[in-house]
């Protein structure tokens, strides 16, 4: 089983940063952050596979995000950067413990915390 608890989330205004974390419990072969907005579909922002270190970012969030994770305290972190009106959003750490695809999409991740709000104004 693996747990994750999500913090670090708020209010920003366009163009500043944020950071928010994911404690994890339990082994992960790979992790990833989805966002959220209201009435929306979740979208991944970005991936990290656990044992490399490797990354996977879509267009719209490459060069803004970065995803890392420090595995001594098993957390995940989501730095984001150049932030936009249209990345407020709830922002979901997920993990899968399992071998195989990791695809930035929500049915490649078994476990899920609870989710932390991003708010961007203009």
């Known amino acids: 089983q693996v747990q994750l608890v999500e913090s670090g989330g708020g209010s920003v205004q366009a163009a500043g940063s944020l950071r928010v974390s994911c404690a994890a419990s339990?082994?992960?072969?790979?992790m990833a952050w989805f966002g959220q907005a209201p009435g929306k579909q979740r979208e991944g922002v970005a991936r990290?596979?656990?044992?490399?270190?490797?990354?996977y970012y879509p267009d719209s969030v490459k060069g803004r995000f970065t995803i890392s994770r420090d595995n001594a305290k098993n957390t995940l972190y989501l730095q984001m950067n150049s932030l936009k009106p249209e990345d407020t959003a709830m922002y979901y750490c997920?993990?899968?413990?399992?071998?195989?695809?990791?695809?930035?999409?929500?049915?490649?991740?078994?476990?899920w915390g609870q989710g932390t709000q991003v708010t961007v104004s203009s």
């Open positions: 997920a993990a899968n413990k399992f071998t195989g695809t990791c695809a930035l999409i929500p049915r490649s991740y078994n476990y």
């Open positions: 339990g082994y992960t072969y790979c």
């Open positions: 990290i596979y656990t044992g490399s270190g490797n990354t």
